[in-house]
């Protein structure tokens, strides 16, 4: 980028207050890496003492995670057990008629990222934090009743299912730096996170009969900054899940799914349904995504599913990849994220997938819902 003298100007002013170069990034709506650059290129630092760039920790002692994840266990079970009795007894609102189909609806829930900051990647405006993304919740729920109220008419809608594939949470040690771009630490985000989806599901218990959740864990989830292979049930998303179960656990009508590896299947009237995050996929095009998909169809005991289910991409996208198989990439709630443009090179909307589920079809009337729905607000 042109650096203006003014901007120069300004720039070697912050240093000389003893602004770090993330402080003056976020001042001026710019990266940590061109702060970086540019004090460097035009030698700003001249005659200055900057103050050391304060290392994070990024790595941490088996003793240390077991230490946290039990701070953050005494938290959540103190919050859950305050707040039990709201999630045991909620009316259903809505009568089953006579002489209509049943079917079920699922919602793709994924990479959600509760307590991140996004800033578009050409202009710098913040698209995402934790206002924009309670609205966005809002807007969700609001889809779903809308399509509740318009299928209701034809069918009885039974299950409602709710497809988790990970990272809701975004973590606080996944890259150096992260913590310049989180609003809380990971242990808020968990209880945020919980309250978010418990909340969910109690409206949608008004509507629906039954609610079902599968939770599988995303790589945001993970106790380590390396993407190294760890057990399911180390993941904050695993101890996550495991609240949520705690906390509706008197409810006759959830039923909470958390399991112990990083792929699940579930069969639903016969339907095969394959889930899982999706990060294990290297690459970023079509090609790639195709090819791995293939692989873990083929590779998970040699059976044939209906829909693989995955997210990680922040992009929606549906591919047949067999003439049996529908592989689903669900999107994300961040508008115009900076990872998918830097990785992918290619600009992420914010939209979620909503699918009827019939006796006789595994996905059908499949709705992409818009996360900004009714916004006004142009980017």
Request: glycine share 4%; with cysteine.
């Amino acid at each position: 980028m042109k650096w203006s003298q003014d901007k120069l100007t300004l720039v070697k002013a912050y240093l000389e207050q003893g602004k770090t170069y993330q402080e003056i990034a976020s001042s001026l709506n710019l990266t940590y890496d061109q702060i970086e650059h540019c004090v460097r290129r035009y030698n700003l630092r001249k005659g200055i003492t900057i103050p050391a760039r304060k290392k994070e920790k990024t790595r941490f002692k088996n003793s240390e995670i077991v230490a946290n994840t039990q701070m953050y266990l005494d938290k959540l079970a103190e919050k859950i057990n305050k707040h039990n009795d709201i999630y045991k007894d909620i009316p259903l609102k809505i009568k089953r008629q006579k002489n209509k189909q049943t079917e079920d609806l699922a919602l793709v829930w994924s990479d959600m990222h509760t307590g991140m900051i996004n800033r578009h990647p050409l202009t710098k405006k913040i698209t995402y934090n934790q206002a924009i993304q309670e609205q966005e919740l809002q807007n969700l729920l609001r889809g779903i009743c809308r399509f509740h109220q318009l299928y209701s008419p034809s069918y009885n809608l039974e299950t409602f299912y709710i497809f988790d594939v990970g990272d809701n949470i975004t973590n606080d040690r996944i890259y150096e730096g992260q913590l310049g771009e989180i609003t809380c630490g990971v242990g808020e985000q968990i209880i945020k996170t919980l309250d978010y989806q418990s909340n969910f599901i109690k409206k949608l218990l008004t509507l629906f009969p039954k609610v079902v959740m599968i939770k599988v864990p995303g790589n945001h989830g993970r106790t380590t900054a390396k993407p190294i292979s760890e057990d399911a049930t180390n993941n904050f998303e695993y101890l996550l899940g495991k609240m949520l179960q705690e906390r509706f656990k008197e409810n006759k009508r959830v039923e909470i799914i958390v399991p112990e590896s990083y792929t699940y299947t579930v069969k639903i009237y016969n339907h095969k349904y394959l889930l899982t995050h999706g990060n294990i996929v290297r690459g970023g095009t079509l090609n790639s995504i195709e090819k791995a998909i293939k692989n873990i169809a083929s590779l998970a005991y040699q059976e044939f599913y209906d829909l693989i289910i995955i997210g990680h991409f922040h992009t929606s996208l549906k591919l047949r990849i067999t003439p049996e198989t529908n592989l689903l990439v669900n999107g994300c709630f961040i508008e115009y994220d900076d990872y998918a443009y830097q990785k992918l090179h290619k600009f992420s909307s914010a939209t979620q997938y909503l699918f009827n589920i019939s006796k006789k079809s595994p996905m059908h009337n499949l709705q992409e819902i818009n996360l900004l729905w009714g916004n006004t607000d142009k980017k």
